[in-house]
């Protein structure tokens, strides 16, 4: 029987791959309500069907429960809860910690924990262990822990939990081995490495190259709008060469649990070792300041049109972190709006993902996307480029657009005067650097 704890983005979709290799699974969770509906055959993930829930609850492979206890019943447990950060931007381990808890209270001799959350070298053997061993449970020898960076990335149709390979690293040579045996036979490649320190560096190192090279192509966007350059052609050009570079694109920001969080779980940890880490502050600098950025060009666009931000009606094009997902979590979207709102705009959204949301205790609703809303918009903003979007409807009704992920390349000249990220002439472009 394999342990699930915390049925999110990655908790669910390994669930279901324990399930769907004929593993009776348990997933805890502590939200009643998650529990409830996947009980009932309904799934919260995009990437996992509701059908795959309900047949796998039917065939009695899957039970979602709340009830901690039942935990006892397992032969391995893995760990899939949030890894925040705290206001301060310092890891917030309080999820973790309940959780292995919750195991630690229910551990019995042969089990396996596996974590999955994202975080910081070291939090495996000094959070998970000492609570496991707690009663006098000796891992290596009566109990197994391990860590296991989940790599799952929402929305992508090619690469899942099964297809993608999955790093594996032990407290012991001996815990190493025995995860790897349960993930191998879920997991298409599993790829061990010698210690929990590895794979929790593994994870860490990935997601700072992406937040690196964002950072750096954001940069580029900047640079390019100074010298009148399309950074999206400049970028596609560099992409056809087929080797020594990897193509990342620049937009309003970034969002979502990992790239914008993960990167100061290790420059936290070196902090604490008095070392800084230099690229984590610069990337993390410059993909902040992103929101700011299109927001001044935002204004500057109005400016032309001989309008202020102030009393503008604002139609912002796609909330959520990326395209053709519904997740939210730490949006640049919601920076763009608030930001926006700030200066007296009056904001609108709208989001084929996410017809509604709450952020810091308002409901916004979003509108249907019309020609009408098009036309009485004085600004649109692309800032998400969900593939549902018909640009050439808002190319055609739009005034004017200011496109942050160039996703009106392919429309035909249109009535809207199209504002990219970066300028295609060099004009202004100077005004906007004074302030970086
Ligand atoms: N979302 C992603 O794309 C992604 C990708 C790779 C890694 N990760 C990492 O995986 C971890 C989980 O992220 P997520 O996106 O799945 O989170 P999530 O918020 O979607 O899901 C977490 C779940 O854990 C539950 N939970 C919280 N505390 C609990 C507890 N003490 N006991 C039982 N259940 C509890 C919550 O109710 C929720 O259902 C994070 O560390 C994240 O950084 C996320």
């Given at each position: 029987?394999?342990?699930?704890?915390?049925l999110?983005y990655?908790?669910?979709?390994?669930?279901?791959?324990?399930a769907?290799?004929?593993f009776?699974?348990?997933?805890?969770d502590?939200?009643k309500?998650?529990?409830?509906a996947?009980?009932g055959?309904?799934?919260?993930?995009?990437d996992?069907p509701s059908?795959?829930?309900?047949?796998?609850?039917?065939?009695g492979?899957?039970?979602?429960?709340?009830?901690?206890?039942r935990?006892?019943?397992?032969?391995?447990?893995?760990?899939?809860?949030?890894?925040p950060?705290?206001k301060?931007?310092?890891p917030d381990?309080?999820y973790v910690?309940?959780?292995?808890?919750?195991?630690?209270?229910?551990c019995?001799?042969?089990m396996?924990?596996?974590?999955?959350?994202t975080?910081y070298p070291?939090?495996t053997r000094?959070?998970?262990?000492?609570r496991?061993?707690?009663k006098?449970?000796k891992?290596?020898t009566d109990?197994?822990l391990?860590?296991?960076p989940?790599?799952v990335?929402?929305?992508?149709?090619?690469?899942?939990?099964?297809n993608?390979p999955?790093?594996v690293?032990?407290?012991t040579?001996?815990?190493?081995e025995?995860?790897?045996?349960?993930?191998?036979m879920?997991?298409?490649h599993?790829?061990p490495?010698?210690?929990t320190?590895s794979a929790?560096?593994?994870?860490l190192l990935?997601?700072?190259?992406r937040?690196?090279?964002?950072?750096l192509?954001n940069e580029m966007a900047?640079?390019?709008?100074k010298?009148g350059?399309?950074?999206?052609?400049?970028?596609d050009?560099a992409a056809?060469?087929?080797f020594?570079f990897?193509?990342f694109t620049?937009?309003?920001?970034i969002?979502g649990h990992?790239?914008?969080l993960d990167?100061?779980?290790?420059?936290?940890?070196?902090?604490?070792?008095?070392y800084k880490?230099?690229f984590?502050?610069?990337?993390?600098?410059i993909?902040?300041e992103?929101p700011?950025?299109?927001?001044?060009?935002i204004a500057r666009a109005?400016?032309?049109?001989?309008?202020?931000?102030?009393?503008?009606?604002?139609?912002?094009l796609g909330?959520?972190?990326?395209k053709?997902?519904e997740?939210?979590?730490e949006?640049?979207?919601?920076?763009?709006?608030?930001?926006?709102?700030?200066?007296?705009?009056?904001?609108?959204y709208h989001?084929?993902?996410?017809?509604?949301?709450?952020?810091?205790?308002?409901?916004?609703?979003?509108?249907?996307l019309?020609?009408?809303?098009?036309?009485?918009s004085?600004?649109?903003?692309i800032?998400?480029?969900?593939?549902?979007?018909?640009?050439q409807?808002v190319a055609?009704?739009?005034?004017?657009v200011?496109?942050?992920?160039n996703?009106t390349?392919r429309?035909?000249?249109?009535?809207?005067?199209?504002v990219?990220l970066a300028a295609?002439?060099a004009?202004?472009?100077?005004?906007?650097l004074?302030?970086?």
């Open positions: 029987m394999v342990g699930i704890v915390g999110g990655v908790g669910l979709p390994l669930a279901m791959e324990f769907k290799a004929g009776r699974v348990i997933g805890y502590v939200s309500r998650t529990v409830d996947l009980m055959g309904t799934s919260h993930i995009q996992v059908s795959e829930v309900a047949e796998q609850v039917q065939a492979r899957f039970e979602a429960t709340a009830v901690e206890a935990l006892g019943e397992c032969d391995a447990v893995s760990i899939a809860v949030p890894t950060l705290s301060t931007r310092d381990m309080s910690q309940q959780a292995t808890d919750a195991i630690a209270r229910n019995r001799p042969g396996l924990v596996v974590l999955e959350s975080t070291g939090t000094e959070v998970l262990q000492p496991i061993e707690e006098g449970l891992t290596g109990v197994f391990a860590f296991s989940e790599r990335d929402p929305g992508n149709p090619k690469w899942h939990t099964k993608t999955k790093v690293g032990g407290v040579p001996d815990c190493t025995v995860a790897t045996a349960l993930y191998s879920c997991i298409d599993v790829v490495v010698t210690s320190e929790e560096l593994v994870k990935e997601n700072t190259f937040a690196v090279n964002i950072g192509v900047i640079v390019c709008d010298l350059v399309d950074v999206w052609e400049v970028i050009a056809t060469k087929p020594g990897m193509k620049p937009g309003p920001g969002g990992c790239i914008p990167p100061h779980y290790l420059a936290w940890k070196m902090r604490t070792l008095n880490t230099r984590i502050d610069l990337a993390s600098e993909n902040s992103m700011e950025y299109v927001v001044r060009k109005l400016n032309d049109d001989r309008k202020a931000v102030n009393g503008s009606r604002v139609l912002v909330v959520a972190y990326k053709d997902i997740d939210m979590r949006s640049p979207a919601l920076d763009v709006m608030r930001l926006l709102e700030e200066r007296g705009a009056d904001v609108r989001d084929p993902h996410v017809p509604r949301f709450r952020e810091d205790g308002h409901e916004f609703v979003g509108v249907a019309t020609p009408e809303e098009l036309a009485s004085d600004a649109v903003v800032v998400t480029d969900h593939s549902g979007v018909d640009y409807m055609d009704h739009a005034g004017l200011i496109d942050t992920r996703a390349a429309t035909k000249a249109s009535r809207a005067r199209i990219p295609s002439d004009s202004g472009a100077e005004q906007e004074a302030h970086l």
